[in-house]
C-alpha cells in the first residue's frame, strides 16, 4: 500500500471515528431509544399505600420462612385501611434463590401495596443437600411455620380469604402444587395462581436429577384464578412443564385463566429480555425492568383485584389490549405486546 492510500484510508478511519461529514462538521449520532418507566399508578405502578417493609426470619432452613408485612401506612389512607386484614401471598423462589434478595423489589413492591408476603425456604443454601422430593414438605412447614408467628399477633392480621400464591422456576411448580393440596392439608386456600416459567418437576424434562412430584392439579378449584407465564427467551427450562401444568389444571375454565407469553424486545438501550431470569430483580443477573412493572408485578397486581374486590378485570384476564400492553420505548413506539393463549399447544 502506498503513503497516499496509507493516509486516505487513515483518515477514513477517523472521520468514522469521530462522526464527522464530508465537510468536517460533527454529525450527531442517533439516541437509542430508553425503555419504559414504572407507571406512577395502577397495576404494576409506583403507588403505595405503606412506606416501610418489615422482613421477619421465622425457623430455620430449609422448613423455615421469610415473612414480610407493611409498616407506617401513609397518612392519607383511611382508618379502615388501617384496622383491616390484609391479602397473604405465598411466594416461592426458584431453585437455589433461598436468599430473597433475587426477589425483593417486587416482594416489597407487593408487600407496599397492602399485603403480606410468605417466602417459604424449602431448601438449604447446599442445593443438593436436600431431595427435590422434600421440597413440596418444606415448602408446606414454611407456610405453617409462618401463620403460626402471624397468629402470635403483634403484626398485621392476614385475610385468609384472600389468599395468592405465585412462584417462579421450580416455585412455579410449588406453587402450582400448593393449589392443589392446600386443602387437605389444611392450609389456606388460594383464588390466585401464578407460576412463572416453571421447570423442574419429575417428567417435565430438563433436569439430570429427576424433579419435584407434580400433585394432581386437577383438584385446583374451578373458582381459582390463574396466569401461566413464560418468557420466549427462556433457554433453561422452556416451556414443557408451563404447558403440562396448563393442560393439567383440568377444573379451571378458560375464562379464569391465560397462558401469557412476555415477550423480549431489543428496541432500545437497555434491551428487554424474556429469559428465565426475567422475574428477579436483583443479584447475579436479576435486573428491574418494564417486564416486571408492565409484565409480572402488573400481572399479579391485576389478578389479586379482579379476584378479591373486582377491580382491574380488563388488565387480568381475557386478551385485552390492557393485559397484553408493555409499555412504550422513548420514542414513542410500543413495547412488543404479550401473547395470550388459551390453547399453548401439548406440553
Same mark, same amino acid.
Given at each position: 500500500?502506498?503513503?497516499?492510500?496509507r493516509?486516505?484510508?487513515a483518515?477514513c478511519?477517523?472521520?468514522?471515528v469521530? $462522526?464527522?461529514?464530508?465537510t468536517?462538521?460533527a454529525? %450527531? +449520532? =442517533?439516541?437509542p431509544?430508553?425503555?419504559? @418507566?414504572?407507571?406512577?399508578?395502577?397495576?404494576?405502578?409506583? %403507588?403505595?399505600a405503606?412506606?416501610?417493609? /418489615? %422482613?421477619?426470619?421465622?425457623?430455620?432452613?430449609? *422448613?423455615g420462612a &421469610?415473612l414480610?408485612?407493611p409498616?407506617?401506612l401513609? +397518612?392519607?389512607?383511611?382508618?379502615?385501611?388501617a384496622?383491616?386484614p390484609?391479602?397473604l401471598?405465598?411466594f416461592?423462589?426458584?431453585?437455589?434463590?433461598?436468599?430473597?434478595?433475587?426477589?425483593?423489589?417486587?416482594?416489597d413492591?407487593?408487600?407496599?401495596?397492602?399485603?403480606?408476603?410468605?417466602?417459604?425456604?424449602?431448601?438449604?443454601?447446599?442445593?443438593?443437600?436436600?431431595?427435590?422430593e422434600?421440597?413440596?414438605?418444606?415448602? +408446606? !412447614?414454611?407456610?405453617? !411455620?409462618?401463620?403460626?408467628e402471624?397468629?402470635a399477633?403483634?403484626?398485621?392480621?392476614p385475610d385468609?380469604?384472600?389468599?395468592? #400464591?405465585?412462584g417462579?422456576s421450580?416455585?412455579?411448580?410449588?406453587?402450582a /402444587?400448593?393449589?392443589?393440596?392446600?386443602? =387437605?392439608?389444611?392450609?389456606?386456600?388460594?383464588t390466585?395462581?401464578?407460576?412463572?416459567?416453571?421447570?423442574?418437576?419429575?417428567?417435565?424434562?430438563?433436569?439430570?436429577?429427576?424433579?419435584? =412430584?407434580?400433585?394432581?392439579?386437577?383438584?385446583?378449584?374451578?373458582?381459582t384464578s390463574?396466569l #401461566?407465564?413464560?418468557?420466549?427467551?427462556?433457554?433453561? #427450562?422452556?416451556?414443557?412443564a408451563?404447558?403440562?401444568?396448563w393442560?393439567?389444571?383440568t377444573?379451571?375454565?378458560?375464562d379464569?385463566?391465560?397462558?401469557?407469553?412476555l415477550?423480549? *424486545?431489543?428496541?432500545?438501550?437497555?434491551?428487554?429480555?424474556?429469559?428465565?431470569?426475567?422475574p428477579?430483580t436483583?443479584?447475579?443477573?436479576?435486573? @428491574?425492568?418494564a417486564?416486571?412493572w408492565?409484565?409480572? &408485578?402488573?400481572l399479579? *397486581?391485576?389478578?389479586?383485584?379482579?379476584?378479591f374486590? $373486582?377491580?382491574?378485570?380488563?388488565?387480568?384476564?381475557?386478551?385485552?389490549? !390492557?393485559?397484553?400492553?408493555?409499555? #412504550?420505548?422513548?420514542?414513542? @413506539?410500543?413495547?412488543t405486546?404479550?401473547?395470550?393463549?388459551?390453547?399453548?399447544?401439548?406440553?
Amino acid at each position: 500500500m502506498t503513503r497516499g492510500r496509507r493516509s486516505n484510508l487513515a483518515l477514513c478511519l477517523l472521520v468514522a471515528v469521530l $462522526g464527522l461529514g464530508p465537510t468536517g462538521a460533527a454529525v %450527531a +449520532l =442517533p439516541t437509542p431509544p430508553r425503555p419504559p @418507566e414504572q407507571p406512577a399508578a395502577g397495576p404494576g405502578g409506583a %403507588a403505595f399505600a405503606y412506606e416501610g417493609v /418489615n %422482613a421477619t426470619r421465622v425457623g430455620r432452613l430449609p *422448613d423455615g420462612a &421469610w415473612l414480610f408485612a407493611p409498616t407506617h401506612l401513609r +397518612l392519607d389512607e383511611t382508618v379502615e385501611r388501617a384496622m383491616a386484614p390484609l391479602p397473604l401471598v405465598v411466594f416461592f423462589h426458584g431453585f437455589t434463590a433461598v436468599d430473597p434478595t433475587a426477589y425483593r423489589a417486587w416482594i416489597d413492591h407487593i408487600v407496599r401495596r397492602g399485603a403480606i408476603v410468605v417466602y417459604p425456604d424449602y431448601q438449604t443454601l447446599n442445593p443438593f443437600e436436600v431431595g427435590f422430593e422434600a421440597f413440596q414438605a418444606n415448602a +408446606l !412447614a414454611g407456610v405453617r !411455620a409462618a401463620l403460626a408467628e402471624l397468629e402470635a399477633g403483634g403484626g398485621p392480621r392476614p385475610d385468609l380469604s384472600r389468599v395468592a #400464591v405465585v412462584g417462579h422456576s421450580l416455585g412455579g411448580v410449588l406453587a402450582a /402444587n400448593y393449589a392443589a393440596v392446600a386443602a =387437605p392439608e389444611g392450609l389456606p386456600m388460594p383464588t390466585v395462581l401464578m407460576p412463572i416459567e416453571p421447570g423442574g418437576c419429575e417428567g417435565c424434562g430438563g433436569l439430570q436429577r429427576g424433579g419435584t =412430584p407434580l400433585a394432581d392439579l386437577a383438584a385446583v378449584p374451578a373458582s381459582t384464578s390463574v396466569l #401461566v407465564v413464560v418468557g420466549d427467551d427462556d433457554d433453561i #427450562v422452556g416451556e414443557r412443564a408451563a404447558g403440562r401444568i396448563w393442560a393439567d389444571l383440568t377444573a379451571v375454565p378458560l375464562d379464569r385463566r391465560d397462558y401469557v407469553t412476555l415477550r423480549s *424486545d431489543h428496541r432500545g438501550v437497555p434491551p428487554l429480555r424474556a429469559t428465565h431470569l426475567m422475574p428477579q430483580t436483583g443479584g447475579l443477573g436479576g435486573v @428491574e425492568d418494564a417486564l416486571d412493572w408492565y409484565g409480572t &408485578w402488573k400481572l399479579l *397486581d391485576a389478578l389479586m383485584a379482579c379476584t378479591f374486590s $373486582g377491580e382491574w378485570c380488563d388488565t387480568a384476564l381475557g386478551d385485552t389490549l !390492557a393485559q397484553r400492553f408493555m409499555g #412504550v420505548w422513548s420514542d414513542g @413506539e410500543p413495547v412488543t405486546e404479550a401473547r395470550i393463549n388459551d390453547d399453548p399447544g401439548s406440553p
